[in-house]
């Protein structure tokens, strides 16, 4: 019996710190099948597929593989067992040719048999619907084309048990399909798959079967067939837990920014914020919903003036109301944002890379936002020390004092000097991105109470979230992206989770509402 | 004619002191470390090989040349490798930054080969220079019958055996960081030390011996530097720090590619000596034409950068030290 699975993980735990990104994790991978490994951003998706491809240790548990109970302790040991995985971030020398590449660390001869390695490629390929150059140098190879590379590098290496970690995030529809393609033949040739996935039109397309994980513990798994996209959302997002968490009523809301036709590209081309309508009302929370990466972070960079939009865009603020005179922030940067009296504060997802300076002390950082008060050519010290010592006191932040260096600090106290010195200048508009990540509870609590204050002293404020719970406890409309488009806004006191998280991966929802 | 030979010989000479440094250098940063110790290297592999030679002629009543070769260039060849040891266990296992523990290398070889080199003239009789007539004569000894050829005799074949090994040593490793299975593992670290890691490459170790190895050729520098360069004998005067930077500014010259650098070598001998051939210089203009080499290497770097080709740049993760990621 035990010999039609590839892989079973029983009990398998990892904690890093005090953080428990598994649980007692239970997945079967059967021999010959394609497996969707299903679940929200950290539900601990890509850490257990880590510790089958040898990245991470296992703290407790075992692992079977062909039947037999293995020790993986590195990557070696994976590929020895028939395990390859593909990353999210590839792993591969751009200087290199795709045969360079895919011979890089195995052992062979002095020197490296091209002819030998491209003949062996060109077989994988041409066994399964790959297509590689393999004199190709990965500098010159699309996005689709190295993920191709990794998928036959594992390939050429021996493997049986493939795992692919979000192979689909970075590809077009059309890229995709030939994607699900290979993945059929490599099925069909009796190789085992696992796909990383948080999107289930792709777990309904291509999988046999769902294994679900969810907050980092074992969820279930059933046959793709008897699954429907309703009931998987279900399992994604789970039951409602109560926090507890104070939301009044927004006491006289106003319309402070509106959103139209918002649409932002990278550097790439790519459409990143899809035509984005929305409006924020001063004296209410707004939460902002979406799997990592669907345009939260453009949403948040194009208001504060660091992402520039496509022409068309328009963010209008009105400080006075709807009626008011307004400001055009599209097309500026932060600092002519300021000066025209607009006082945005933005509290960032990167803490310590765009929001305070790591190895600058308490007070060297409540300075970066009054550098330019003043006239005197010296840079006024003492009013950036009295806050400091301010937001210390009040935010209760644990420091040795406020000539340390906030890279000392803990996550929670970093992210309270942060939240207190935005919020010290006494914004309009309050946008905070994932402001709870990696906090404790208490700390949690902190931020949540600072930000019920700031919506009843009337500022307009933004949270980008990922916990279901907080947002609809804490949010008073809650604004779901998909893809970088906005699939809808729901009441936050009437929404249900399933509801969020089924728009969260379904673009098919189309509630009128701004 | 005479003069334009005359000039060739010496850049030759001079371009084989920094052929050697830049080729250590380049095997050293192919793997991702940036050593600026190059001349504190070429300082100690320089000290080490006058040392062992004097200490060798000193004691033996009837000196033989090829034995104190030997000697010399062994520690020469030990006491670089050490400074790439050093260096080694100071940016790869304790992950100091590599540009001050570079610098302070260059300094630290500076330092040390002067002392030594002073003690060394003390111990010589207090006065004068030392000398390692035998040793040096054998560095610098040629086939007469090839060397008497006339003025090509002169150019290809008047060399003392260091300046062929020089250019074997640059092919050796071009062949190697080309063509060879190790030395395509060893550039995967200096581009991408996670990837190698991923790969099943032993990053720490690929880095120690790159460095190491690498400081030894560098050192060899050093050592044709005081054996053949200056006779055996020993100068204060910084010229071998200047020889040394000028194999850093080598390696970018010829992009990372050794075959390269051994023209280049050449080319910046002919440089630098240029204003020895140019009659009515002021003695402010022969600095100016001795700063040509640097001149070019920043118009080099200049058009590297603005043509933006993937195959010249340095490798990737140059200069970073590696960490295995955790979270």
Known sequence: ?514 | MTQLISLLTSAIVFGTVILYGAVGEIITEKSGNLNLGVPGIMYLGGIAGLAAAFFYEMHAAEPVGAIGLVLSFLAAVAASMLGGLIYAFLTITLRANQNVTGLTLTIFGAGLANLFGGSLNNLAGGVGQISVAVTSRAYRAYIPALGGLGNFGKLFFSFGFMAYLAIAIAVAASWFLGRSRVGLNLRAVGEDPATADAAGINVTRYKYLATCVGAAISGLGGLYYTMDYIKGTWSIDGTAEALGWLAVALVIFATWRPLRAIWSAYLFGVLYWAYNYITGLSRGSVELFKMLPYLVTILVLVAVSMRRSKESQPPKSLGLSYFREER
Do not use: W
Not at chain 1, 125 to 146: A, I, L, N, Q, T
Not at chain 1, 152 to 166: F, H, M, P, S, W
């Open chain 1, 1 to 514: 019996m035990a010999e039609e699975f590839a892989v079973r993980m029983v009990n398998v735990t990892k904690t890093f710190g005090h953080v428990m990104a598994n649980n007692k994790v239970y997945l079967e991978l059967r021999k010959g099948e394609i497996l969707s490994l299903l679940g929200e951003n950290g539900s601990g998706k890509t850490t257990l597929m880590n510790m089958l491809s040898g990245i991470y240790f296992p703290d407790e548990g075992q692992i079977f593989v062909g039947g037999r109970e293995v020790t993986i302790a590195s990557p070696h040991d994976a590929y020895a067992l028939g395990i390859g995985m593909v990353h999210q971030h590839f792993k591969l020398v751009d200087v290199l040719t795709a045969a360079e590449n895919i011979v890089l660390g195995l052992p062979g001869g002095v020197v490296v048999d091209r002819k030998a390695v491209a003949k062996k490629v060109r077989d994988i390929c041409s066994r399964y619907g790959f297509d590689v150059d393999p004199d190709k140098k990965v500098y010159d190879m699309s996005v689709s084309e190295k993920q191709t590379l990794e998928i036959v590098k594992t390939l050429y290496r021996g493997a049986e048990i493939l795992i692919l970690d979000e192979p689909t995030a970075v590809l077009t529809p059309q890229e995709t399909e030939k994607l699900f393609a290979v993945m059929r033949n490599m099925r069909d040739d009796g190789k085992s798959i696992i796909i990383i996935t948080h999107k289930l039109n792709e777990v309904l397309a291509i999988s046999d079967r769902v294994t679900v994980l969810r907050h980092g513990e074992y969820i279930g798994d059933m046959d793709t067939s008897k699954a429907d996209a309703r009931a998987l959302t279900d399992m994604m997002v789970g039951r409602t837990v109560t926090l507890n968490i104070q939301r009044d009523q927004p006491v006289s809301p106003q319309r402070r920014l509106e959103i139209r036709n918002l649409t932002v590209k990278d550097k790439e081309g790519v459409v990143r914020l899809d035509d984005i309508n929305l409006d924020v009302y001063a004296g209410e929370i707004l939460g902002v919903a979406g799997i990592s990466g669907c345009g939260q972070k453009e949403l948040l960079e194009a208001i504060a003036g660091l992402q520039s939009a496509v022409s068309g865009s328009s963010v209008k603020y009105r400080p006075t109301g709807p009626d008011g005179p307004a400001e055009e922030l599209v097309g500026q940067n932060p600092r002519t944002i300021a000066e025209k009296g607009v006082r945005l504060a933005f509290v960032p997802e990167d803490r310590l890379g765009m929001g305070l300076v790591a190895s600058m002390t308490l007070v060297g950082n409540m300075m970066l936002k009054q550098y330019r008060a003043g006239k005197s050519p010296l840079v006024d010290r003492r009013h950036p020390h009295e806050l400091a010592e301010q937001i210390v006191r009040q935010l209760e932040v644990v420091t040795p004092s406020i000539d340390t260096p906030v890279r000392k600090l803990s996550g929670g106290n970093v992210q309270k000097v942060l939240v207190g010195r935005e919020i010290a200048a006494h914004p309009t508009v309050l946008m905070s991105a994932y402001a709870v990540r990696g906090l404790d509870i208490n700390t949690s609590y902190t931020i949540y109470r600072l930000l019920n204050e700031q919506k009843k002293a009337g500022v307009a404020v933004i949270y980008v979230g990922e916990d279901l719970d907080v947002l609809l406890q804490l949010c008073d409309r809650i604004a779901v992206l998909c893809g970088g488009r906005l699939s809808g806004v729901l009441d936050g006191r009437t929404a249900t989770k399933e509801q969020v998280g089924y728009m969260m991966t379904t673009l098919e929802h189309k509630e009128a509402g701004i």
